[in-house]
């Protein structure tokens, strides 16, 4: 089996997961929403703090598997340095008493596996990651061989849920609670504008349309709950809209047999039925992780790091880095 942690924002989570059958064995994870939210976003000191209380109370109740152990998996990057360190630091100590190689699993690579836990991957397959931090096109030939088809300019496509959600006092994290007020508001109320709409460029950009909500939150102030409801659900469709047109216009002339959607904000169920049309239209087979794996967590750091092993992908401990960038790919 493999012991995976994943510490790379603010979720504390460990996984087991056995080798012979990829087969997920163990998983828990500790959020840390609540004591973030007074503060309307993550804050990196508090998040490492939380880290050192969780990860141990967690590790206590794998102890049992400690014996059938042939690896310690974690997530060395991208992500917040302070908080990768915490799982860095407990795989590398759990790596010297026990005896056991280290295998450093890039966070973006774990999301694309979170498609495959508990299943056999599916490769080729092109990938579209949304999450906090990111908002990219992927073209996965295998483990080893992905390339960037599109990426963000600026804003990711959660991050600007976050920051509306932010703007609106709708607390943190933004995406569950723009989807929810979303459910209740006219999508036409506002007539926000595509980001992007009539560039050539395969790339996305969320800061103009983040902008774009400020001035009419400050327009339309005091802000009733119906006007909260009608700009969540009027930006949640035009966020979607952007996606959608950069995805038709990079598949113009490019076939997808396998088109998967992966990141913490690939549990936005409006741009889930979104993606099934665009796959029915392309006539692809759609990937979606369930939603208990959408967000940051172990599990997919641990199904990841299963063929990482098979592949031999160890590291010295002495080598392994923290980086809030993806060196990878």
Not at 204 to 233: H, M, T, W
Request: charge should be neutral; hydrophobic fraction near 40%; glycine fraction near 6%.
């Amino acid at each position: 089996m493999i012991l995976s942690i994943e510490s790379s924002c603010d979720d504390s989570s460990i996984a087991i997961t056995r080798i012979k059958d990829k087969k997920l064995i163990f998983h828990k994870k500790i959020s840390q929403e609540e004591e973030h939210s007074v503060y309307g976003g993550v804050v990196p000191e508090l998040a490492a703090r939380l880290h050192t209380l969780a990860l141990p109370k967690i590790l206590e109740e794998t102890k049992e598997f400690f014996s059938e152990l042939k690896a310690i998996a974690v997530t060395n990057e991208p992500g917040l340095s302070v908080s990768l360190i915490e799982g860095v630091m407990m795989a590398k100590a759990l790596c010297v008493s026990l005896s056991l190689p280290l295998l450093p699993i890039n966070h973006l690579r774990g999301h694309i596996y979170s498609l495959f836990i508990d299943n056999v991957e599916v490769f080729p397959m092109d990938v579209l990651l949304v999450s906090g931090g990111h908002t990219q096109i992927l073209h996965v030939e295998n483990f080893d061989k992905i390339q960037i088809l599109a990426t963000t300019l600026d804003d990711s496509f959660g991050e600007s849920f976050d920051k509306v959600a932010k703007m609106l006092g709708l607390g943190y994290p933004g995406g569950p609670k723009i989807e929810q007020y979303a459910k209740k508001g006219d999508i036409s109320k506002f007539n926000f504008t595509i980001p992007l709409r009539n560039s050539p460029k395969i790339a996305f950009s969320y800061s103009g349309l983040k902008n774009q909500v400020r001035l009419e939150i400050e327009k339309q102030e005091p802000l009733s709950e119906q006007i909260k409801a009608d700009i969540c659900a009027s930006f949640q469709k035009t966020a979607v809209e952007h996606l959608l047109q950069k995805l038709k216009k990079a598949y113009q002339n490019r076939g997808v047999k396998n088109f998967g959607v992966v990141g913490g904000a690939s549990a936005n169920l409006y741009l889930r039925e979104e993606l099934e049309k665009f796959c029915v239209k392309k006539n692809a087979s759609l990937y979606m992780s369930s939603l208990e794996y959408c967000s940051d967590n172990a599990a997919m750091i641990g199904r990841c790091a299963v063929d990482a092993y098979l592949l031999k992908k160890f590291k010295d401990i002495n080598d392994i880095e923290v980086s809030p960038r993806s060196k990878e790919f």
